[in-house]
């Protein structure tokens, strides 16, 4: 995959979605770009005033436009599930777990899990794209998403040897039995070992060279306070921010003392409104 | 006469040698399904409101998982404290 990957996170209202469309518009001038809202209270479509869904939208030939459906993500996979269910185990259809999957959809792990699967796909359908950009959701589901592949590991690699465990002692009841270890290859071994592979793809994917965090911040204590508990929790899970972006940046005011390690950009005030692709286009180009 | 001596000699080992390797073969059959059970209930605890894997984990494993669940329904059918079982198992391993 050539594409190189920006998240914008920050407080909410600080301008992560107005400052990923104006990086967008800018970077589309001469870049392939897809922008794309993983944030469910999607706010692309009021600050282009275009109205978006999980289908791709042309905004000029070289910017295409996402909001990605996260509930429609989760209700698509757990139907995948029912139905792998449906085919290969008649048994557990009749223990009405089918049923228990309807309360389990407000299941904690599930949303972010939708989340790393939406990026997914993104990623994986527009690899042609110069610049994937993602606007982000508030900080806490942002945080659970940069941290879902770890976590998963640490259970997977649990469960991986327990398995072996089983795996082991099987083969010795079959060697003492039979005199040889022959026992019949363990589908929930097979299953964990992908499911190692695909979040470990992930991990490496999201901790690249490819990866650009962007986190937004204004002049105000509330923001640079979020801004630095975000930088914190990253560095524990092992992310580092690679860009602090001070918007509505006013000179007058008190200087933002820090994030002094950053590279940092500033962004002024706009006189006017940022919305639709000329006023971002025009904005954008003065800034950066 | 010595040979009839050495064959009842061989015969008693073989004996003894069988029945060790019933008695190991059952110790550890019963390990592996201890073994089994705590897996379950690491994976789909969250059925019986016990704290377990993250759901992510535990829809992928779900179609996979027939034995493992039937495992579990099977202990809750017949006793009541699946989770003493489960720690007193984690002490005795
Ligand atoms: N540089 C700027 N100049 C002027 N107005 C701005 C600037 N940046 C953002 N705004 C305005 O601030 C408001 C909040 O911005 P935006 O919606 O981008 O924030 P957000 O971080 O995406 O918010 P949310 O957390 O709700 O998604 C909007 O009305 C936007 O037009
Ligand atoms: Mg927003």
């Avoid at chain 1, 001038?29 to 939208?57: C, E, G, Q, T, Y």
Wanted: net charge negative.
């Amino acid at each position: 995959m050539k594409s190189k990957i920006h998240f914008y996170i920050g407080k909410g209202g600080v301008g992560k979605s107005t400052i990923s469309s104006l990086y967008s518009v800018y970077l589309s001038d001469n870049h392939k770009v897809n922008l794309a809202s993983l944030d469910s209270a999607h706010n692309l479509s009021d600050i282009f005033n275009i109205s978006f869904s999980d289908r791709p939208k042309d905004i000029s030939s070289n910017l295409k436009v996402t909001e990605v459906n996260i509930e429609n993500k989760i209700k698509e996979y757990l139907g995948e599930i029912e139905n792998d269910l449906a085919i290969s185990n008649t048994n557990l259809a009749a223990f009405n777990l089918l049923d228990e999957l309807n309360i389990i959809k407000q299941s904690p792990g599930l949303e972010e899990y939708g989340l790393l699967k939406s990026f997914s796909d993104i990623i994986e359908n527009h690899a042609e794209a110069d610049h994937l950009i993602f606007d982000m959701p508030p900080t806490a589901l942002s945080m659970k998403f940069f941290s879902l592949p770890s976590r998963s590991l640490l259970w997977i690699e649990k469960l991986i040897d327990l398995r072996n465990r089983i795996k082991e002692k099987k083969e010795i009841v079959s060697t003492i039995k039979i005199g040889k270890s022959e026992i019949e290859q363990d589908k929930i071994l097979k299953k964990l070992l992908e499911l190692k592979k695909q979040f470990q793809t992930f991990n490496n994917l999201l901790k690249s060279e490819k990866v650009e965090i962007n986190l937004v911040v204004n002049q105000d204590s509330l923001s640079i306070n979020e801004g630095r508990k975000i930088i914190n929790e990253l560095e524990i899970i092992g992310f580092k921010v690679d860009k602090i972006i001070i918007n509505k940046f006013d000179e007058t005011q008190q200087k933002v003392s820090a994030f002094e390690i950053f590279d940092q950009v500033k962004i002024p005030i706009s006189k006017e409104k940022l919305i639709g692709y000329e006023n971002l286009k025009t904005f954008a180009i003065s800034i950066f | 006469m010595l040979s009839k001596i050495k064959d009842y000699i061989i015969g008693k080992i073989h004996l003894a040698d069988e029945i060790a390797r019933a008695k190991s073969v059952d110790i550890i059959e019963s390990e592996i399904t201890q073994l089994e059970y705590i897996f379950s209930v690491l994976t789909f605890g969250e059925f019986l409101g016990y704290p377990s894997v993250p759901s992510q984990i535990m829809f992928e494993l779900l179609s996979e998982s027939e034995d493992s669940i039937n495992l579990l329904l099977d202990r809750i059918n017949t006793q009541n404290e699946p989770l003493a079982e489960l720690i007193s198992t984690f002490r005795i391993d």
